[in-house]
C-alpha cells in the first residue's frame, strides 16, 4: 500500500500565495517514484477539478487551461513529495484540494492513488 497525504491548507486572504504539499508514505513508498503525479480540486455540489500534472521525474507538466500561469506543480522523488504553488486571486478558489498518483502522465481523470484532502478557504 501507498498512502498520500496533503498538508498546507487552511484559511488564507485573496491574493496570498499558498504551497500545499503531498507526502507519499506506506510499504509500497518505493512506488512513487515511478509515478506520474496530479492535483485537483472540489467545491460542494461540483465535480472534481483537474487543476496540474507532472510527470515521474518532474520533468514534465500540464495545466487546466482556467488555472494556467497561476499554478506551478513540481515532484521531489527524494523526498517522495508532491508540491503544489498556488496564487489566490479571489474566493472562487476555496475548495478541497487533492493530490493523485498514477503510472500515465499526463491524466486528467484517471488516478490510482489520492490522497484525502487538504481545506483551502479564500477569503477577501
Known amino acids: 500500500q501507498m498512502y498520500l497525504i496533503e498538508s498546507g491548507g487552511g484559511s488564507v486572504q485573496a491574493g496570498d500565495s499558498v504551497t500545499l504539499s503531498c507526502m507519499a508514505s506506506g510499504p509500497a513508498v518505493y512506488r512513487f517514484r515511478n509515478l506520474a503525479g496530479g492535483w485537483f480540486r472540489q467545491t460542494p455540489g461540483k465535480v472534481r477539478e483537474f487543476l496540474a500534472a507532472?510527470?515521474?521525474?518532474?520533468?514534465?507538466?500540464r495545466y487546466a487551461d482556467s488555472v494556467k500561469g497561476r499554478l506551478a506543480v513540481s515532484k521531489d522523488n527524494n523526498q517522495n513529495m508532491l508540491t503544489l504553488q498556488m496564487n489566490h486571486d479571489n474566493t472562487e478558489n476555496t475548495a478541497v484540494y487533492y493530490c493523485?498518483?498514477?503510472?500515465?502522465?499526463?491524466?486528467?481523470?484517471?488516478?490510482?492513488?489520492w490522497g484525502q484532502g487538504t481545506q483551502v478557504t479564500v477569503a477577501q
Open positions: 507532472v510527470s515521474w521525474d518532474g520533468s514534465g507538466t
Open positions: 493523485a498518483a498514477d503510472s500515465n502522465y499526463p491524466s486528467r481523470d484517471h488516478y490510482d492513488y
